[in-house]
């Protein structure tokens, strides 16, 4: 491929508690505030408590699931009476580091969370095709070994985008499991810290002109459908818990015929799409209120081009 | 040894779920049974299954206005109804209704209470009260039972850290504690185990009431000594998380000198008592807000004499 030039990184924002009971960001960005860590290189560094109202009382949202309100049509739309808190402050957040998709946004957006679900180390992202952030992953999966690395993309058109890293020019999240929501665990605070570590390393070496060669990078999972717990036709209630041969086994391999739930009468239901796919967000928390079990994915490696930055 | 303490047949008992709203193995085992109570039927035994705070678990929330299983203080139970006392005293005093007095002859004979915990305690068995024959016997037959997998049980019994829990009402309180699981998560393995201990307890009762003696026995347990908060600042903000060494070990020694805590840069905080305790209840997502990060407990072995019914 042919070596690519990018604008340097000047601004970067590392954002905790955009669901007010993921623990790891919310102290991480206190702890960079503690630090007062204000500049990564020549970079500058901004830290946001994205939900305060959440956080405050630790819960995922207060109106509405905030990481679900960065889409073009929301950010525009008029703020009335009615108009439900993680709106507004989505806005708030919109005019603190994007403007969304304009010249004015902040260079790198770095959203923290964590989930329930056995996903170790996750970088998120909407696109395949940011050199940045494809640089950005293999290094933080090069360097960290303490657990497993994969990137998940979530391929939407930038409009359609609905989560808060869409703010910046590029983009990502950090997805960091499994920890109970409510809780803070050393472990998994600590392979954040990490991950935030190699990330605003990583910008410090590209602006400062390093050369990033080219290559694959894999362990690249595409989203595909969501699985959906089994129902009660009358009654409404969830059947079934997912099988323990699926639970904690998030990226592992589900076959035309495995299990899939167990059902509390004892029975078995089984996987019946016909491609081999890849479960992740297994068992997370948030997703019962939507009645996601858990989302299935293509498992795919990139060729990403060699990477430095653009000399004015 | 012909002491024999003769207990009545426990022909009243009742099984406690959602008392805290997204403790899900409970809310489901409950559900369960209330829509097809036949895996719950035992001869000669009333099994009640009953969701102790359908708003809670209607919010899939902890809790609405105040902990219910912290509600079930004299005080509460005794103060005049009305609609302006929180919603979980308010059910404090209907629970005491239907299930007690606490306290009376009247009361429940059993009243099992399904909790999880985001702690590593695996199937721990809570017991109230020292002196509670029956309990420790019911507690050492589930121990044999499920052997090799174990079941530690906690003893609660502690002028301070004592609580007024939603099975304080029975004349038998027991507590099923188990993890780790997340709070508003249903993981299969959990919820198959505390089914699997709720099998044997009622076995027992159904042993029991059928006039079966149970020879003296000794229960291991760990009695509650000591809460430990987290490291705090003068604002009251959390500087250290439990550190890893100890997180995931509960019931296992912690030794003066090891490691406990761990702060946000990295330092390790080390535990400073006087001797080794066991841990347990280490990193409850609940127990934030009520400044505990562990429990201290201190091994101890209750004898407990044989029983039969009247």
Redesign the interface.
């Known amino acids: 491929m042919e070596p690519v030039s990018l604008p340097a990184l000047s601004r970067v924002a590392i954002c905790g508690g955009t669901h007010g009971n993921e623990m790891s960001g919310v102290?991480?960005v206190?702890?960079l505030q503690?630090?007062k860590l204000e500049k990564a290189g020549s970079a500058t560094l901004t830290t946001v408590i994205s939900n305060p109202r959440a956080v405050q009382v630790?819960k995922r949202y207060t109106d509405m699931d905030l990481n679900r309100c960065f889409t073009d049509a929301i950010l525009s739309s008029p703020v009335t009476v009615a108009t439900p808190y993680e709106v507004r402050r989505a806005q708030e957040l919109n005019t603190l580091l994007g403007p969304k998709g304009k010249l004015g946004a902040v260079d790198l957006v770095c959203d923290l969370h964590n989930t329930?679900a056995n996903m170790g180390l996750s970088l998120i992202s909407y696109s395949v095709q940011d050199w940045v952030i494809m640089h950005i992953y293999r290094q933080v999966q090069r360097k960290i070994t303490s657990a497993p690395v994969r990137f998940i993309l979530l391929d939407l058109p930038l409009a359609d985008v609905y989560s808060q890293d869409s703010l910046g020019k590029h983009g990502f999240s950090i997805e960091v499991g499994?920890?109970?929501?409510?809780?803070?665990?050393?472990?998994i605070?600590?392979l954040m810290k990490e991950a935030v570590d190699q990330t605003l390393d990583w910008v410090q070496c590209f602006n400062s002109g390093s050369a990033f060669e080219g290559g694959e990078v894999d362990d690249v999972y595409t989203f595909v459908k969501s699985v959906y717990y089994p129902r009660d036709p009358e009654?409404n209630?969830?059947t079934a818990?997912?099988?323990?041969q699926v639970?904690d086994r998030d990226f592992c391999l589900l076959h035309p015929g495995d299990p899939m739930f167990?059902m509390?009468s004892g029975e078995i239901v089984k996987y019946e799409g016909e491609e081999v796919l890849h479960p992740f967000f297994v068992?997370e928390?948030?997703y019962?209120?939507k009645s996601i079990a858990f989302h299935l994915a293509r498992k795919m490696t990139v060729t990403i081009p060699p990477l430095q930055v653009k000399r004015d | 040894n012909t002491n024999v303490s003769c207990f009545h047949e426990a022909r009243r008992v009742a099984i406690f779920g959602g008392t805290h709203g997204n403790e899900m193995s409970g809310v489901?085992l409950v559900?369960?049974w209330i829509?097809n109570g036949k895996e719950i039927h035992r001869k000669g035994v009333e099994t009640k299954p009953f969701i102790t705070n359908p708003r809670a678990v209607e919010k899939?929330t902890r809790y609405v206005d105040t902990d219910l299983n912290r509600a079930f203080t004299t005080e509460n139970l005794s103060a005049p109804s009305g609609d302006d006392l929180p919603y979980e005293v308010q059910r404090a005093q209907q629970i005491n209704e239907i299930f007690g007095p606490k306290g009376s002859p009247e009361a429940y004979d059993v009243i099992f209470d399904l909790h999880n915990t985001?702690s590593n305690m695996g199937c721990t068995l809570i017991l109230e009260s020292s002196k509670d024959h029956f309990n420790l016997q019911m507690m050492h037959y589930i121990k044999k039972a499920i052997a090799p997998d174990s079941c530690p049980v906690l003893l609660t019994e502690h002028p301070l850290l004592k609580y007024s829990t939603s099975r304080s009402v029975a004349k038998h309180p027991i507590g099923l504690e188990v993890g780790?699981?997340?709070?508003?998560?249903?993981?299969?393995?959990i919820?198959e185990s505390m089914r699997v201990v709720l099998k044997h307890a009622l076995d027992f009762i159904e042993l029991f009431n059928e006039g079966l003696e149970f020879p003296p026995c000794t229960v291991d347990v760990f009695r509650v000594s000591e809460k430990m908060d987290y490291p705090r600042d003068t604002n009251g903000?959390?500087i250290a998380?439990?550190?890893?060494n100890l997180?995931d070990c509960d019931w296992e020694p912690l030794n003066p000198g090891d490691p406990m805590f761990?702060t946000?840069?990295g330092t390790t905080l080390r535990y400073e008592g006087a001797g080794t305790v066991y841990p347990t209840f280490i990193?409850e997502?609940?127990y934030?807000e009520k400044q505990q990060a562990f429990v201290t407990t201190r091994r101890e072995t209750l004898a407990a004499g044989a029983i039969k019914k009247t």
């Open positions: 102290y991480l206190r702890e503690r630090q630790c329930t499994p920890q109970p929501h409510g809780v803070v665990r050393a472990d605070f600590n009654t209630q969830i818990a997912i099988h323990p639970q167990l509390f068992n928390c948030a019962y209120e | 489901t559900n369960l829509q899939c985001t780790p699981q997340p709070q508003g998560v249903l993981r299969s393995n919820f903000n959390i998380m439990v550190h890893p997180q761990q946000f840069d990193n997502a609940a934030y």
